[in-house]
């Protein structure tokens, strides 16, 4: 079993920078997929980018070259750095953690929510 708490969350203008955290209680974290994923009003969730247990990173292009995600087995903790954010970025982004060796993520968090807004 895993705990997520995000943190960070907030108002930002277009352009501006919001970085968020989780941080997961629970056995195992360095051996899982950890992901970030948002859903706006109306709209489906989405993947909006994940991190293997080898660190090797995927993201859709919608957020590509503008947001980046990285971890610390030592924290327990996966982070979400995002840039260059858009009023289309305004969601309520969730973290999640798959199960060990695999791509289900199968533990989410509370979500925290994001608006970019002028």
């Known amino acids: 079993q895993v705990h997520l708490v995000e943190s960070g969350g907030g108002l930002v203008q277009p352009g501006g920078s919001l970085s968020l955290s989780c941080r997961a209680v629970?056995?195992?974290?360095?051996?899982?997929?950890m992901g970030w994923f948002r859903q706006a009003p109306g709209k489906e969730r989405e993947l909006v980018a994940n991190?293997?247990?080898?660190?090797?990173?995927n993201y859709p292009d919608s957020v590509k070259g503008r947001f980046t995600i990285s971890r610390d087995n030592a924290k327990n903790t996966v982070y979400l750095q995002m840039n260059s954010l858009k009023p289309e970025d305004t969601a309520v982004y969730y973290c999640a953690a798959a199960r060990p060796g695999t791509t289900f993520f199968a533990y989410w968090g509370q979500g925290t929510q994001v608006t970019v807004s002028s």
């Open positions: 991190i293997a247990s080898d660190r090797i990173t």
């Open positions: 629970g056995s195992n974290f360095s051996f899982r997929t």
